[in-house]
T-cell receptor
Framework: DSGVTQTPKHLITATGQRVTLRCSPR?????VYWYQQSLDQGLQFLIQ???????AKGNILERFSAQQFPDLHSELNLSSLELGDSALYFC?????????????FGPGTRLTVT | SQKIEQNSEALNIQEGKTATLTCNYT??????LQWYRQDPGRGPVFLLL?????KEKRKERLKVTFDTTLKQSLFHITASQPADSATYLC?????????????FGSGTQLTVLP
């Protein structure tokens, strides 16, 4: 158990809908990362927050947005969903920001768009 | 563009042998490189981190090397066991604005045969 929690575990929704994925980092970790993993794309970095502020952006679509709250939990919002958005979404956390800090991954949310 | 390549998508070896996984990167110079293990449907788990000024790092049966001239990292598992069967991801850290981010390779699926 990494200490990172994600809800829900599974989500099935229709095209055009909007969903929110939630992540609670490990106790004491200030940095939260979101990743998307699909079969043909591997693990893709979406966005990072550090202590409530956006720190870095990866391949995140404009239809997606995220935020980190004062209690350090984070939410990833996906809107106008398309079939291609079906994937595993992982949240990870690290104590600080930077490539020299190991990341602890949550169990993921499996999103299926029908 | 920056690129990460991990050797062959799948690697099968006999129990007790040493597994060697390769990670090559092009068009950037990471200061750190991390290796993760991922089991099907689960989040990646951190294994080892190596810095650019370190040639080699060990942890129990695991060994990582980092050759910045060849732009390559090798990941070794000695005395491999069936329980080592998983996908192994390398993740060099790259710069993205003020942050250094991890970019994950597509992974090598290792199967250790009893």
């Amino acid at each position: 158990d990494s200490g990172v929690t994600q809800t829900p575990k599974h989500l099935i929704t229709a095209t055009g809908q909007r969903v929110t994925l939630r992540c609670s980092p490990r106790s004491g970790d200030l940095s939260v990362y979101w990743y998307q993993q699909s079969l043909d794309q591997g693990l893709q970095f979406l966005i990072q927050y550090y202590n409530g502020e956006e720190r870095a952006k990866g391949n995140i679509l404009e239809r997606f947005s995220a935020q980190q709250f004062p209690d350090l939990h984070s939410e990833l919002n996906l809107s106008s969903l398309e079939l291609g958005d079906s994937a595993l979404y992982f949240c990870a956390s690290s104590v600080e920001s930077g490539g020299w800090y190991e990341q602890y991954f949550g169990p993921g949310t499996r999103l299926t768009v029908t | 563009s920056q690129k990460i390549e991990q050797n062959s998508e799948a690697l099968n070896i006999q129990e007790g042998k040493t597994a060697t996984l390769t990670c090559n990167y092009t068009n950037y110079s990471p200061a750190y490189l991390q290796w993760y293990r991922q089991d099907p449907g689960r989040g990646p788990v951190f294994l080892l981190l190596i810095r650019e000024n370190e040639k080699e790092k060990r942890k129990e049966r695991l060994k990582v090397t980092f050759d910045t001239t060849l732009k390559q990292s090798l990941f070794h598992i000695t005395a491999s066991q069936p329980a080592d069967s998983a996908t192994y991801l390398c993740a060099p850290s790259i710069s993205s604005g003020s942050a250094r981010q991890l970019t994950f390779g597509s992974g090598t699926q290792l199967t250790v045969l009893p």
